[in-house]
């Protein structure tokens, strides 16, 4: 079974979640990862979740505000032994709930054409394709998604 613990980016299964994200991106970004990481800093994450099976930390996620009606979610990870067991559905709907307390009325994200099963998670949980936005307009690997969470 699946939980999902609310906790902020000093949670130290979230840091080593991240630091195993950071590993994979390096690969699948190639050339362009410097320019993405720097937009992926940790600090003073406020809303973070740790995803948890048999108390061993296997997935995560975060949102930070964007604006006043949008949060964007950040740093969406999943250990590849534990995908295709809802764990990364599970955490981004434990994102946009809270999203929703925080009255916040839109989630938006970023992630890349190198990762088709990132695409197919936000297709097939309600995201639509927008244009990329702030740092990420003009660039070629990025796909960028909007769900509105109002209730």
Known sequence: ????????SENPNF???VVLLDEYLRITDGDEHAFYNQYNNIENLQEVVVAYSENLAVGCGAIKPYDSDTVEIKRMFVLPEARG???ATKTLSALEQWARE???????????????????????TGYEVIPNYGQYQGMENSVCFL????M
């Not at 079974?1 to 902020?8: A, G, L, V």
């Open 1 to 8: 079974m699946i939980s999902i613990e609310r906790t902020t």
């Open 15 to 17: 840091q080593q979640l």
């Open 85 to 87: 067991q809802g764990v």
């Open 102 to 124: 925080l009255n916040y009325k839109k989630c938006i994200l970023e992630t890349g054409k190198r990762q088709p099963e990132a695409i197919a998670l936000y297709s097939k």
């Open 147 to 150: 769900k509105q969470v109002e």
